[in-house]
């Protein structure tokens, strides 16, 4: 402790620092930011989506088998209903321009929590509505398909959807988690703007 004490530098470093405030400009260039990052996200998704919708169209228009015809309906259907809750929990709000200091900071905070809270729950918007899909297209290849082939290619399909989709929710954890580490950076860098 006296080595500290005879050092000014020392001394210096080892006092509580306060947190930081940001300005208003600097909060607002984050938002803008991360809502074109959120944007560029639903464009991705969205152009994904329809590619799907586009495939999938296809198969059902070629296709003679009824249940085949569900099972591309159903992909179709939840494909759509991905795009819609994309859209309607996972669209940037844009922040308005006569904001406060603090009210602008409050602003971006729930931006930031709202998407995080969107990407933890992806299972119920973005698997749950291809989950029926998946099922009509196990009854779909299970009816057309002779016992001896049927069970070799239902694994390849529930490998690739199981494997399609761990990926996407880690993905989708991993961004939840850097969305988490971006609020604890902006709580810490507000100082006592903290909630």
Known sequence: MKEILDNPQQIWQSQPVEG???????????????ERTVSHR???ESILALGIIILFADFFRTSHDVAYRVTWGLFIAGAIWLI?????RGS????PADLGRSTCLEFFRSELERQRDLLKDYWTWYIVPLFPGYVALHV???QSFPRAHRWLGLGVI?????????????LNLHAARCLERSIDELNAATGGDNR
């Open 92 to 95: 940037p709000k844009a922040m």
């Open 158 to 170: 529930d490998l690739s959807f199981v494997g399609m989709f761990f990926i996407l929710w880690k």
């Open 20 to 34: 930081t405030k940001m300005s208003v400009e600097a909060i607002r260039l984050r938002a803008g930011k991360f």
């Open 140 to 142: 779909a290849y299970v």
């Open 42 to 44: 639903n464009l991705r």
């Open 84 to 88: 819609v809750q994309l859209y309607r």
